[in-house]
């Protein structure tokens, strides 16, 4: 097999040997083409339609449509974004009779066997095109049922973001569902409706409603929002106010029902302590500045009004953050027990939680920001590069995702950042792991309040190691940096996870139970990385030797069952229903193996009572290895296969493992290792990775076969996957130190 780029345009016609230099277009490339875009907030009517635990939308309408009549149809209709054309796997579960329309076309018809099984459910392909993509689903009531579930398989990983359609709900997350309707109304025949109309030409009512009735917008807003409580209850009122230069004091008038504090930028202006008219003024400054009301209920009313001027003339008061969907000036939060107070720094965050009471004043949990419409709250949502069934991300920015290969990444970023002395790359890793980080608790909350997750899907809905343990080892990497507690308040419930709810063989081994999936009762050598890693950092970081010790334990075990003689190197799986490992050794599987046992070998105790069982491990395993090694320096997809395709990814594995190897005394350098390294490095910076830091030939992430040939044509690669990015960095780290460590150069840092 030819390279995958042409030697002019290689990393290697651009830098030579330098490998500063690659290190510096890869982490370069990889920060300038992910740039920190935000979560997106939107708001969110949870009086409209929920997702399930597994991510499915839960269109029940025999629930929300109670008064339909037998025969009655009901529409649900949304609106996909897709940065680039992406195809996923959707699930549909009908109830009854349903038909499913993505851009107009039908796409599903239901059947009479799917109409009639209670456990109905089925895969339709899903090919999203650039840009706006429209999906109708009609359904009709039965005796069966009336409604259907509909989402993305895999709907943690492949996130199916539904957005609302018509001009009047623009911005605004969720579905729009009609009223039950005597006969069809959309479709092939008869048309459908203009996602970018007003929902008003359609000529049906639709749900869920966005304005409030006039009466209810006379009442105060703490009234209209939450209703009049039984017992006193406190509320926030969050907006912002741009001060014009030149122009103090700033006024704030208005009138209050109850106890009322109000803070500019989380400094107290004004305390109301009854209710009435008031006028204040204070010292702002010019610019940008946030308000903060708390104001308790009243025997005459509950809520409050909040005017702003300068120099005589009023000010336009905004929301003081972007809230898609929202027009709005102000968010609110409430009921909340009026003897406790949220600092204001706490509370002027979008991700803020709030002690919430029910309308007699007993505790209700948390709740959350909400805006002035019925039953609407803000929502964080990750809408940045969303996956495929192939794990491609297109061009979008991955910024802000928790997820396997992205944990790879940021581990990659931080090295290299270290290596180079580059701070900026250091904070932007950082920047991202605290994208997720900050909104945990927020994340759990809105889990259970809405039933699925609108940010850190995997990492709130930890199920196996690939939703944990990769992001989670880069978390403690930047930990071991920052000593940001939030951090390791995260780990240990990973750890948690790890050590006391894992699916175990009764010998203690890792492995996959998942009930009725494709990979149930099997065990992958991919977990060996998605465990030890982190259980190694967390030992460390935690003072807890118990995590390191099951990690050493792990590897062991998995040797048993995956290791392959005579050729010395690891099956990708042990599949449990055959009682069987499938003996085909994929590269990248490999790899995970020698970079982890790496990673471990190097924080495991000089005495540890596994430790020469483990240098044994590492030792044959890159024995095994070695000897497959091509003449382009590249290993294959498939080890053992001469007619298999060269693989970036494992290369990079197997490069790093191998330096470390030599660099730390595991391995003789004169046993050609060392030459194996830099071969396997000039192999990927002449034919793998670009000038421009883009990496070519890394496989797309697999799924497993007991036929070697999934892995050879079925996997293909993918320019910059996310599974090569950060092993490049990685592997051009370890050959630097390692050819610094032979010139007597090499400076060991923490």
Same mark, same amino acid.
């Given at each position: 097999?030819?390279?995958?780029?042409?030697?002019?345009?290689?990393?290697?016609?651009?830098?030579?040997?330098?490998?500063?230099?690659?290190?510096?277009?890869?982490?370069?490339?990889?920060?300038?083409?992910?740039?920190?875009?935000?979560?997106?907030?939107?708001?969110?009517?949870?009086?409209?339609?929920?997702?399930?635990?597994?991510?499915?939308?839960?269109?029940?309408?025999?629930?929300?449509?109670?008064?339909?009549?037998?025969?009655?149809?009901?529409?649900?209709?949304?609106?996909?974004?897709?940065?680039?054309?992406?195809?996923?796997?959707?699930?549909?579960?009908?109830?009854?009779?349903?038909?499913?329309?993505?851009?107009?076309?039908?796409?599903?018809?239901?059947?009479?066997?799917?109409?009639?099984?209670?456990?109905?459910?089925?895969?339709?392909?899903?090919?999203?095109?650039?840009?706006?993509?429209?999906?109708?689903?009609?359904?009709?009531? !039965?005796?069966?049922?009336?409604?259907?579930?509909?989402?993305?398989?895999?709907?943690?990983?492949?996130?199916?973001?539904?957005?609302?359609?018509?001009?009047?709900?623009?911005?605004?997350?969720?579905?729009?569902?009609?009223?039950?309707?005597?006969?069809?109304?959309?479709?092939?025949?008869?048309?459908?409706?203009?996602?970018?109309?007003?929902?008003?030409?359609?000529?049906?009512?639709?749900?869920?409603?966005?304005?409030?009735?006039?009466?209810?917008?006379?009442?105060?807003?703490?009234?209209?929002?939450?209703?009049?409580?039984?017992?006193?209850?406190?509320?926030?009122?969050?907006?912002?106010?741009?001060?014009?230069?030149?122009?103090?004091?700033?006024?704030?008038?208005?009138?209050?029902?109850?106890?009322?504090?109000?803070?500019?930028?989380?400094?107290?202006?004004?305390?109301?302590?009854?209710?009435?008219?008031?006028?204040?003024?204070?010292?702002?400054?010019?610019?940008?500045?946030?308000?903060?009301?708390?104001?308790?209920?009243?025997?005459?009313?509950?809520?409050?009004?909040?005017?702003?001027?300068?120099?005589?003339?009023?000010?336009?008061?905004?929301?003081?953050?972007?809230?898609?969907?929202?027009?709005?000036?102000?968010?609110?939060?409430?009921?909340?027990?009026?003897?406790?107070?949220?600092?204001?720094?706490?509370?002027?965050?979008?991700?803020?939680?709030?002690?919430?009471?029910?309308?007699?004043?007993?505790?209700?949990?948390?709740?959350?920001?909400?805006?002035?419409?019925?039953?609407?709250?803000?929502?964080?949502?990750?809408?940045?590069?969303?996956?495929?069934?192939?794990?491609?991300?297109?061009?979008?920015?991955?910024?802000?995702?928790?997820?396997?290969?992205?944990?790879?990444?940021?581990?990659?970023?931080?090295?290299?950042?270290?290596?180079?002395?580059?701070?900026?790359?250091?904070?932007?890793?950082?920047?991202?792991?605290?994208?997720? !980080?900050?909104?945990?608790?927020?994340?759990?909350?809105?889990?259970?309040?809405?039933?699925?997750?609108?940010?850190?899907?995997?990492?709130?809905?930890?199920?196996?190691?690939?939703?944990?343990?990769?992001?989670?080892?880069?978390?403690?990497?930047?930990?071991?940096?920052?000593?940001?507690?939030?951090?390791?308040?995260?780990?240990?419930?990973?750890?948690?996870?790890?050590?006391?709810?894992?699916?175990?063989?009764?010998?203690?081994?890792?492995?996959?139970?998942?009930?009725?999936?494709?990979?149930?009762?099997?065990?992958?050598?991919?977990?060996?990385?998605?465990?030890?890693?982190?259980?190694?950092?967390?030992?460390?970081?935690?003072?807890?030797?118990?995590?390191?010790?099951?990690?050493?334990?792990?590897?062991?075990?998995?040797?048993?069952?995956?290791?392959?003689?005579?050729?010395?190197?690891?099956?990708?799986?042990?599949?449990?229903?055959?009682?069987?490992?499938?003996?085909?050794?994929?590269?990248?599987?490999?790899?995970?193996?020698?970079?982890?046992?790496?990673?471990?070998?190097?924080?495991?105790?000089?005495?540890?009572?596994?430790?020469?069982?483990?240098?044994?491990?590492?030792?044959?395993?890159?024995?095994?290895?070695?000897?497959?090694?091509?003449?382009?320096?590249?290993?294959?997809?498939?080890?053992?296969?001469?007619?298999?395709?060269?693989?970036?990814?494992?290369?990079?594995?197997?490069?790093?493992?191998?330096?470390?190897?030599?660099?730390?005394?595991?391995?003789?350098?004169?046993?050609?290792?060392?030459?194996?390294?830099?071969?396997?490095?000039?192999?990927?910076?002449?034919?793998?990775?670009?000038?421009?830091?883009?990496?070519?030939?890394?496989?797309?992430?697999?799924?497993?076969?007991?036929?070697?040939?999934?892995?050879?044509?079925?996997?293909?690669?993918?320019?910059?996957?996310?599974?090569?990015?950060?092993?490049?960095?990685?592997?051009?780290?370890?050959?630097?130190?390692?050819?610094?460590?032979?010139?007597?150069?090499?400076?060991? !840092?923490?």
């Amino acid at each position: 097999m030819g390279a995958y780029i042409e030697p002019r345009e290689s990393a290697r016609y651009a830098f030579g040997g330098d490998e500063r230099g690659v290190l510096e277009a890869l982490a370069g490339r990889y920060a300038g083409a992910n740039p920190p875009v935000p979560f997106a907030l939107r708001a969110f009517a949870k009086s409209g339609v929920l997702q399930t635990e597994a991510g499915l939308y839960d269109f029940d309408f025999s629930n929300k449509l109670p008064d339909a009549s037998m025969g009655d149809y009901a529409y649900a209709f949304g609106l996909v974004w897709s940065d680039d054309e992406r195809s996923i796997d959707g699930i549909l579960e009908p109830f009854g009779p349903v038909m499913l329309y993505v851009n107009e076309e039908r796409l599903y018809r239901s059947g009479a066997v799917d109409e009639m099984k209670p456990d109905a459910r089925v895969v339709i392909p899903l090919l999203l095109r650039k840009g706006w993509n429209s999906v109708l689903v009609e359904t009709r009531r !039965t005796a069966a049922g009336f409604g259907c579930r509909f989402g993305a398989d895999e709907a943690k990983v492949r996130i199916l973001q539904v957005l609302s359609p018509f001009a009047d709900r623009a911005g605004s997350a969720g579905w729009a569902f009609t009223d039950a309707v005597k006969g069809p109304r959309f479709g092939s025949e008869a048309g459908f409706p203009d996602f970018k109309g007003a929902e008003e030409a359609t000529g049906l009512a639709w749900h869920p409603r966005t304005k409030w009735t006039a009466e209810e917008a006379e009442r105060p807003n703490g009234e209209r929002l939450f209703g009049l409580p039984g017992r006193p209850a406190a509320l926030y009122g969050w907006s912002r106010v741009n001060v014009p230069a030149g122009e103090e004091p700033l006024v704030l008038e208005g009138r209050v029902f109850g106890p009322t504090a109000i803070w500019l930028d989380g400094s107290k202006v004004a305390e109301l302590a009854s209710a009435g008219a008031y006028r204040v003024e204070a010292a702002a400054g010019s610019g940008s500045r946030q308000l903060l009301v708390r104001t308790v209920s009243g025997p005459g009313g509950w809520g409050f009004t909040c005017g702003a001027a300068c120099g005589g003339r009023p000010l336009q008061l905004e929301a003081p953050a972007a809230v898609h969907g929202y027009d709005g000036a102000w968010l609110y939060a409430g009921p909340l027990d009026p003897g406790e107070e949220t600092e204001p720094a706490a509370a002027c965050m979008a991700g803020a939680l709030f002690p919430a009471v029910d309308a007699e004043g007993r505790c209700a949990g948390q709740t959350h920001w909400r805006v002035d419409a019925p039953e609407t709250w803000v929502r964080p949502y990750y809408e940045n590069a969303m996956l495929s069934n192939k794990w491609t991300t297109g061009s979008a920015t991955n910024f802000g995702r928790w997820d396997y290969p992205l944990g790879v990444t940021m581990y990659g970023l931080l090295r290299t950042a270290r290596e180079l002395d580059r701070h900026d790359l250091a904070e932007y890793a950082i920047r991202h792991i605290r994208s997720c !980080t900050d909104l945990y608790a927020y994340s759990l909350w809105d889990r259970d309040a809405y039933g699925f997750p609108s940010v850190n899907h995997q990492l709130v809905l930890v199920k196996m190691l690939d939703n944990c343990g990769s992001f989670g080892s880069a978390m403690l990497e930047a930990y071991l940096q920052t000593g940001e507690k939030c951090f390791l308040g995260i780990a240990d419930v990973i750890a948690d996870f790890m050590l006391r709810r894992l699916e175990r063989r009764p010998d203690g081994a890792f492995y996959r139970l998942c009930p009725g999936e494709y990979a149930a009762d099997t065990m992958w050598a991919d977990d060996l990385y998605m465990s030890a890693p982190f259980l190694t950092r967390y030992a460390a970081a935690a003072g807890k030797p118990e995590a390191i010790d099951e990690a050493a334990r792990q590897f062991l075990l998995y040797k048993r069952y995956l290791f392959m003689e005579p050729e010395g190197v690891m099956s990708h799986v042990f599949d449990f229903k055959y009682g069987q490992a499938t003996r085909v050794p994929w590269g990248r599987g490999n790899g995970w193996c020698l970079f982890s046992l790496s990673e471990l070998l190097e924080k495991l105790p000089a005495g540890h009572p596994d430790r020469e069982a483990l240098l044994a491990m590492f030792r044959e395993l890159c024995a095994g290895v070695a000897a497959l090694q091509a003449e382009s320096g590249l290993w294959r997809q498939v080890l053992n296969r001469p007619d298999a395709y060269e693989e970036a990814s494992c290369t990079a594995m197997f490069a790093y493992a191998f330096a470390r190897g030599v660099r730390f005394g595991w391995l003789d350098g004169n046993a050609g290792y060392e030459a194996a390294a830099l071969k396997a490095w000039r192999g990927l910076t002449g034919e793998a990775i670009d000038r421009q830091g883009n990496v070519h030939g890394v496989c797309s992430g697999s799924r497993y076969s007991f036929s070697p040939e999934y892995y050879m044509h079925d996997l293909r690669t993918v320019v910059n996957d996310n599974h090569g990015i950060g092993i490049m960095m990685l592997a051009g780290v370890e050959i630097s130190r390692l050819k610094g460590a032979a010139a007597g150069t090499f400076v060991p !840092t923490a």
